[in-house]
C-alpha cells in the first residue's frame, strides 16, 4: 500500500517520461503547458490507489492514470474558453498563451490522447474500462452544458444543482477509482463500491467549496470571503434559499443579486443564516461524506489497506482549503 | 456488392435510428443540427464498401461507419469555429445558431460518442480499428493545426502543403476505408492498400478542388472562379509559384496578393500560367489518382467487387463539380 504522495510522486515521474510529439509545434506545446501546470494530480492518482486495493501496480494502471490526467486537462483547456478565464494557476489559460483555436485543438487532441492510452491497456477489463470511462466522459460534457444553462435561468432546483455537479466534478473522481479497481481485478461489488465512494466524496467536496466561499475563514482559506457571492454564482446556498423562500424573500434575493453595495457579501450571508442555510448546506455536505465512507467502508479489503484512501478523503472534505 | 448510392441509404437510415440523449436540450440539439446538415456521408459509405468487398455489412460495420461520421461531424463543428464560418450548407455552423461554448462541447461529445461506437464493436480486429483510428484522429488534428500555421507564414514549401492536406484530409478517407476492411476480415496487405488508396484519392480529390477554383468553367463548379486567389489562399498553387519564383516573379506574386483592383484574379491566372503551374498542378492530380488507381488494383479480391469504388473514386476525382 502506498500513501498519496507516494503515488503522485510516481505519477509524476511516469506524466514526466510522456512525450508528446514536437510538432507541429503549438499544438504539443499547447498540450504541454496545461499538463504543466500542475495540481494535485487526485483522479491519476485516485485510480492508482484503487489498483494498489487489489494488486501491484502495474503499466495498465499507469496508462490508465494518465489517461484519466489527460482527460481531465483537455477539459480544463475547453473550459477555460468557454468561462473566458485568463489565468489558471498563476500562468495564463492555454487560449491566452497560445491562441483560441490552438486551445481547441490541443484540448481535442489530449482527449484522442486520453484514447489511445486506454486502448494500449491489455488487461481483460479493457473494453469495461473503456465503457465506464464513456460513460463518465459524456456525462462530464452534459454537466458542463448544465452549469452554462443554469447561468441563463434564474431559478435552479437544488436537485439540479446536486445533479450537475454529480456530472461536471464527481463522476470523473468515482470513474478514476472504478477504473483503478477494474485493472486490480476486483468484483463488480468492489467496483461499484469504490465508485461511490468516489462519487459521493465529489460531491460532498464541492458542497465543502460552496460552503467555504461564504463561511470559510479567509486566514486559512487564503480567498477571500464571497467570491461567489460577489459574482452572482448558482451555488447551493442560492439553489437551496430560491427553493425555500417566500415572495418577500425572493424580493430581497434578487434585491441583493443586483446590489454593488459594499455589504452585499454581508448581507447576503445574514439572508443564508435567517433562512438555515448555512446548517442545511453543512449538514448535506457530512451527509455525502458519511455515505462516501460507507461505501469504502463496504469494499472486500481490510481496513489497513483503505487507510491511505481514506485519509485522502478525510483530507479532501475536512481541511479548509 | 452495393452501390454508392445503396450504402447511402442504407447508411442514412441507420444514422437516423441513432438518437442522442434528449437532455440537455443545447448540447444534443447541437449534435442533432450537425449531423442533419447531410453531405455526401463518404466516409461513412467508403466504410461500409470497404467491409463488402470481403464479407456482408453488418452490425459492426454500420457502427464503424457512424463513428467516422460522427468524428468528421465533431471536426466540422471545431473547425466552423476556427475558421470564423457562420455558413455551412446553407445553414447556420453550430456555434452561430447555438454558441461558442456549445459548439465547443457538442463537438467534445460527438468525439467521446465516436469512441463509444469503436467501443461497442465485437469483430477481433476491434483493436486494431481503434489503433487506427486514434492515429488518424491525431493526425487530423496535427493537419488542422499545421493549416493554421500556415495562415502565419508567407512561404510554405509545396511538401508542407501535401503533408497538410494528406493529414487534415485524406487520412481520414483511407482510415475509413482501412477500417470497413479490418472488420471485413481483409489481410493486412489488403488493408494497407485500401488504405493508400484512400489517401491519394483524397489528396487528388483536394488538388482538384484547388485546380476548379482557379481554373474551373463556373458554369459547372457553380462556384465563381478565383475565390482561394482573392482570399489569398495558400493552395497548391500558391506553394508551387512560391517555390520556383525567382526574385522579379516573388515582387510579382507580392503586389497581387497586395492588390484588390479589378484584374487581380485575370493577372494572378495570367501569372499561374507563364510559371507552368496549371499544367504542374493537372500533372501532380493525375500522379496522384493513378497511383490511387494501382493501390486498388493490388487489392487481392476481383475486379468486379472493386467495380463501386473504382466508379466513386472516378466520381470524386472528375466530375467538375
Do not use: W
Request: proline content about 2%.
Amino acid at each position: 500500500m502506498h500513501t498519496f504522495q507516494e503515488l503522485r510522486a510516481q505519477f509524476e515521474a511516469y506524466l514526466n517520461d510522456y512525450n508528446f510529439p514536437e510538432s507541429p509545434q503549438a499544438l504539443y506545446d499547447a498540450c504541454r503547458h496545461i499538463l504543466q501546470l500542475g495540481g494535485k494530480r487526485v483522479r491519476p492518482v485516485l485510480s492508482l490507489m484503487a489498483q494498489d486495493l487489489f494488486r501491484e501496480i502495474d503499466l495498465n494502471g499507469k496508462q490508465a492514470a494518465l489517461a484519466v490526467e489527460l482527460f481531465h486537462n483537455f477539459t480544463l483547456v475547453h473550459d477555460d474558453i468557454m468561462d473566458k478565464a485568463d489565468i489558471r494557476r498563476g500562468k495564463p489559460t492555454v487560449h491566452t498563451k497560445f491562441s483560441m483555436p490552438t486551445a481547441i485543438l490541443s484540448g481535442d487532441v489530449l482527449n484522442i490522447y486520453t484514447y489511445e492510452l486506454l486502448n494500449n491497456i491489455t488487461h481483460e477489463n479493457q473494453k469495461k474500462v473503456v465503457s465506464l470511462f464513456n460513460k463518465t466522459a459524456i456525462e462530464v460534457c452534459e454537466g458542463q452544458q448544465m452549469d452554462m444553462d443554469f447561468e441563463e435561468i434564474a431559478n435552479v432546483p437544488e436537485g439540479d444543482y446536486l445533479e450537475m455537479i454529480t456530472l461536471k466534478t464527481s463522476v470523473l473522481l468515482a470513474c478514476s477509482l472504478g477504473i483503478g479497481a477494474l485493472l486490480g481485478g476486483a468484483n463488480d461489488e468492489d467496483v461499484q463500491h469504490l465508485y461511490e465512494f468516489g462519487k459521493d466524496v465529489g460531491i460532498a467536496f464541492q458542497l465543502k467549496d460552496d460552503y467555504l466561499d461564504s463561511f470559510g475563514d479567509e486566514s486559512k482559506t487564503g480567498k477571500k470571503q464571497g467570491g461567489d457571492i460577489m459574482a452572482n454564482k448558482k451555488t447551493i446556498f442560492y439553489c437551496y434559499i430560491t427553493d425555500i423562500a417566500t415572495d418577500t424573500q425572493m424580493k430581497q434575493i434578487q434585491d441583493l443579486q443586483a446590489s454593488s453595495k459594499g455589504d452585499k457579501v454581508e448581507q447576503t450571508l445574514a439572508l443564508y443564516r435567517t433562512m438555515g442555510a448555512d446548517d442545511y448546506v453543512s449538514k448535506l455536505k457530512e451527509e455525502y461524506s458519511q455515505k462516501a465512507f460507507l461505501a469504502l467502508d463496504k469494499v472486500s479489503v481490510s481496513a489497513e489497506k483503505k487507510a491511505h484512501l481514506r485519509e485522502l478523503a478525510e483530507m479532501l472534505l475536512v481541511r479548509e482549503k
